[in-house]
């Protein structure tokens, strides 16, 4: 199998995720689920994501499909596709699952994984992130974290902007 195969099936669709979550919880592997666009992928990316990887022993990543992206973030995003982001993300070592979600919020998502460990960036509190009641109600674990200061698609998309 080439090392592309293998990345591109660290992608999954919903009913494979259900599958291999199963065997994982069979393993008593502690599954960490954060979501988000990851357009542009860059250092305030891979700094989080190994972070929240730190907190279990998988990482699934809910990763919002392009229609979601443009909804949130508004036109001309994403810059990457859905596609590309996917296997960009599934490339990295330490990301064990990435699956694209249509909805505004991961919400049906994050019901559908039960993590133990629901993790979202510090500037959001733990009230606003979603899923976030539904997580604690089960007994699991919501945390935050930093992000890397100076490292943001938006500050990347206003450098190759101005150079243009």
Known sequence: ???????????????????????????????????GCFDLLHLGHIDYLSKAAD???????????????????????????QYSRSIMLASLSFVDAVILFDEPTPIELIAKVRPDVLVKGADYTVDQIVGSDLVLEYGGDVQTIE???????????KKIRSLS
């Open 147 to 157: 992000y890397l200061s100076g490292y943001s698609t938006t500050i990347i998309e």
């Open 1 to 35: 199998m080439s090392k592309l195969e293998i990345i591109k099936g660290k992608v999954f669709r919903t009913e494979e995720l259900r599958a291999r979550l199963n065997i994982w919880r069979l393993l008593e592997k502690k599954i960490v689920f954060t979501n």
């Open 55 to 81: 907190l279990g022993d998988k990482l699934v990543i809910g990763l919002n499909s392009d229609a979601s992206t443009s909804a949130l973030k508004g036109p001309g995003r994403p810059i990457i596709d």
